[in-house]
């Protein structure tokens, strides 16, 4: 039972998630208020648009949570080439699973917000790089895509206006590497997704056939359209200051009620998310670690401890279940919020095993385009299964840590 201190979820972008009466049809949508933002962006100026966004503070939850206002800005105007918008849609972080959710069951809803946001910067082609995996996904987009030409919303002259674009879906071909933005844009070209090197190709300038790209992910681009909706001054103040809006956050392991669920930013602790939220733990088990940004977030032990300084100054000494569920807080603890995967493991669980598993997974879908990951991750790899194997040596753990000190740079 949720206790009565802990705040209850503000769905937004997941407002008709759990609603069996709803569909993922255009008419539903409609029915619904859909694409009304859409219609109100096309009598508004582009950088009217931008400056909506940018107030509101909202920032990338695909990972990084860099502010998507500012990465707009960013773009490269005056090259005098095509614009080019990508929506990456290639979920593949362990852990992670509230993308999928949102294409299943209201595409329409990322549709109007990368066409709102393809206005913005005033791109004519928009691509969705989905991942190879979401084969139900990928019908259901473009599906949803036909049905969106058919009423105006996107295609040639969008509403009766003179601003077209045309947006397609493209299907990925299995690669985590590809995740990455510069890596996902070379697989758009056809070409093996070696990540770029930055400087120089920055998306915003350099990005797909080397023309100025902006890469969101799909739960960011949903947002452009409530930033619209709510207006940017008023969006600022949902959550906290730099941590603004809401986040949705994908709870699986070892909880009684693992899911998807969408709160304030910052309005919870990791704590009152595991416990009070999601149940709390399997009868007789107790916490013994948590992965709380998706599997290539730091882990944190249950009986760690964390203090020092925020960036606004506020010192904070905090155990695990204290860490604020925003951007700033796990980044404080030595981690990161991530891609929003919040992995569980009580005291059941073999934390060599566990690490082994991440190690396969990570040496499997190393790009191989640097020596120290594409090397290290498969020593990585051999030393934990030596482990799990009985063959460990002494000297392993501090290898391991060496390995892993060398891989990070």
């Not at 206006?161 to 056809?190: F, M, N, P, Q």
């Amino acid at each position: 039972m949720i206790k009565k201190n802990t705040p209850k979820e503000r769905r937004i972008i997941l407002k008709h998630a759990d609603d069996p009466k709803y569909s993922n049809r255009i008419d539903c949508y409609l029915r619904e208020g859909g694409y009304a933002m859409l219609k109100k962006s096309l009598k508004m100026k582009p950088e009217e648009i931008g400056e909506e966004v940018l107030q509101s503070g909202v920032r990338g939850r695909g990972g990084a949570g860099f502010p998507a206002g500012m990465k707009w800005k960013f773009l490269d105007r005056k090259s005098g080439k095509p614009i080019y918008l990508i929506c990456n849609a290639d979920e593949s972080e362990p852990g992670t699973f509230k993308d999928r959710q949102i294409i299943h069951k209201d595409p329409h809803q990322l549709i109007e917000g990368m066409m709102i946001a393809a206005y913005a910067i005033q791109a004519k082609q928009a691509f969705i790089y989905i991942r190879a995996e979401f084969f139900e996904g990928a019908k259901i987009l473009e599906r949803a895509i036909e049905e969106a030409k058919e009423k105006g919303f996107c295609g040639e002259k969008i509403l009766g206006s003179k601003y077209s674009c045309d947006l397609v879906v493209h299907r990925g071909a299995g690669a985590y590497i590809c995740g990455e933005e510069t890596g996902l844009i070379e697989s758009l070209e056809g070409k093996r997704p070696n990540p770029r090197i930055k400087p120089p190709y920055f998306p915003a300038v350099l990005g797909l056939y080397q023309c100025p790209t902006i890469v969101n992910n799909v739960e960011t681009l949903c947002n452009v359209k409530h930033v619209l909706e709510i207006g940017g001054k008023a969006f600022s103040e949902i959550g906290k200051p730099n941590n603004t809006g809401t986040r949705i956050w994908c709870v699986s392991g070892h909880v009684k009620k693992p899911g998807y669920y969408e709160f304030e930013c910052g309005a919870l602790t990791l704590g009152e998310m595991i416990y009070d939220v999601c149940g709390g733990l399997l009868p007789g088990r107790s916490l013994q670690a948590v992965i709380p940004g998706g599997s290539s977030s730091k882990i944190l032990r249950a009986d760690e401890r964390f203090s020092g300084k925020l960036k606004d100054g506020t010192e904070f000494d905090w155990g695990v279940e204290d860490i604020p569920l925003d951007f700033d807080g796990p980044m404080a603890a030595g981690t990161m919020s991530g891609s929003g995967g919040i992995i569980v493991m009580d005291d059941s669980v073999d934390m060599v095993e566990a690490m082994a598993n991440i190690n396969a997974f990570y040496a499997h879908e190393s790009c191989g385009q640097c020596t120290p990951c594409r090397e290290g991750s498969l020593w990585m790899r051999k030393i934990t299964k030596r482990m799990c194997d009985g063959g460990a040596r002494e000297e392993d753990a501090d290898l391991l840590l060496s390995v892993a000190n060398q891989i990070e740079g």
